[in-house]
């Protein structure tokens, strides 16, 4: 038998068949008919079919209204939903720093630095000598509330006088003003001062100033910017920023007297006073009065309310002073131990009255105490002087007294505190 040497081992050829080549082009068709029937197909007419739904959606208003409102309404929401946990919506440092510019550029051609001029008198040497009499100067900042030269500052700065064992302090000889930017100095006057509220108002000869905005300080907030502005250290002109840190915070002075003040954690240095704490509109919402120092103490810094200042800022422009109820009375506060002590109630023991004052004609007496003003209980004679400069001068205050153990309505016509 003649050997096949084509094929060697006697398989059957079979003619016409696809050889290896055909057979992939045949699956490569097959596979990428079936990938493109499957998957790309189904894909694209998906994408075509929201490109339709969404274009006709958009195309009809009632539908494209809902659609954008709903969005809205989640954010809006979602916004009203932080407010009420007590968070704000986050701002950047860039932001914060556009407010502090914003808030500087306002305010700053509105504060003045005021120079204060006294005359010091030695009035016993170390030898045992008469003294003799020198100059010394004191700074301090303003606010300009007036387009013709009205400046609102501190009482203790324009009207500081004191007297010791060795020397005394005369009363302000010479005030000058110096204006933003500006080199020149401008003779000011005292047009009215209150050591109570420690405002003062003065005045420059002078047009076309820039008045400063006030803002509403009975609606500020704890946490909320606060700028303070004025010539601490006489260095002209400048900022320190903080926060409000209280409201309506109860300070009492070296000389005992209360404030409800806004405090800031915004330094306020010796000859800030005077100067302006702003908010991020910069706007006046206090005017800086104090600080606290010492050791411990820091960023404790302190602003008369600015809307405690409108009625007292007026009235010192009208009459160079302001005019209070008076009822002409002094009074020691009985505590319940003290009460006890004495066989008294508890209230306010009337310690002194003065000759023909309200109180004197009302039938106050020595010794009488008060235990209620206005059909309101009281044990302190701040909350009486409270109750009664809520009042103006000629109304009638109703106040009960209590007189060897008796009860007495009395009716007082507040006459005007000398």
């Given amino acids: 038998m003649e ?21 992939y082009k045949q699956e490569k068709n097959k596979n990428s008919f079936s990938f493109g029937r499957n998957i790309l197909l189904p894909f694209f007419s998906g994408v075509l079919g ?8 958009f195309g009809i208003p009632t539908i494209k209204e809902k659609i954008i409102n709903n969005n809205i309404t989640s954010t809006t929401q979602n916004t009203k939903n932080l407010e009420n946990s007590g968070y704000v919506s986050q701002t950047s440092l860039e932001n914060y720093s556009d407010t502090s510019i914003y808030a500087a550029n306002k305010i700053l051609p509105s504060i003045v630095g005021i120079k204060v001029e006294y005359s010091v008198n030695s009035l016993i040497t170390m030898f045992g000598n008469r003294g003799q009499t020198s100059t010394a100067t004191a700074t301090g900042s303003g606010i300009i509330i ?66 400063a905005e006030f803002a509403d300080s009975d609606s500020i907030k704890v946490g909320e910017f606060a700028m303070a ?10 900022i320190t920023c903080g926060v409000i840190s209280a409201i309506n915070r109860e300070v009492t002075d070296s000389e ?15 000859g800030n006073s005077g100067g302006a704490l ?22 404790m810094g302190f602003a008369i309310p600015i809307n405690s200042t409108t009625d007292i800022t007026s009235q010192l422009i009208q009459y160079s002073k302001v005019k209070r109820p008076y009822i002409g009375i002094s009074g020691i506060d009985l505590d319940e131990k003290t009460a ?14 003065d000759d023909f004052s309200a109180g004197e004609k009302a039938g106050i007496k020595i010794g009488d105490v008060i235990v209620e003003a206005d059909g309101k209980k009281v044990t302190k004679m701040d909350e009486l002087n409270e109750i009664k400069n809520s009042h103006k001068i000629g109304d009638e205050m109703k106040i009960k007294i209590n007189r060897n153990g008796q009860e007495k309505e009395l009716t007082i016509t507040l006459g005007e505190q000398p």
Avoid at 3 to 23: A, I, L, R, S
Avoid at 184 to 196: H, P, R, S, V, W
């Fill in 229 to 238: 502005v004025g010539n601490p250290l006489g260095m002209q002109s400048s």
């Fill in 278 to 299: 702003v908010n991020n509109e910069g706007k006046v919402v206090g005017i800086n009065t104090l600080k606290l120092s010492g050791t411990g103490i820091e960023g």
């Fill in 50 to 57: 929201c490109s339709v739904v969404l274009g006709t959606c």
């Fill in 340 to 353: 006890k002590n004495y066989n008294l109630v508890i209230g306010i023991y009337i310690k002194s009255i």
């Fill in 256 to 270: 005992g007297k209360k404030y409800n003040l806004i405090q800031t954690d915004a330094a306020i240095n010796s």
């Fill in 146 to 211: 007036s387009e013709d030269g009205y400046i609102l500052t501190n009482n203790h700065i324009v009207a500081t006088s004191s007297s010791e064992a060795y020397y005394s302090v005369s009363e302000a000889t010479k005030l000058t003003v110096t204006l933003f930017n500006e080199e020149k100095e401008y003779e000011a006057k005292i047009i009215g001062t209150d050591q109570q509220t420690d405002l003062a108002v003065i005045k420059i000869d002078k047009d076309n100033l820039a008045k």
């Fill in 3 to 23: 050997e096949n040497k084509e094929n060697p081992q006697g398989f059957k050829t079979v003619k016409n068949q696809n050889t290896y080549k055909d057979v």
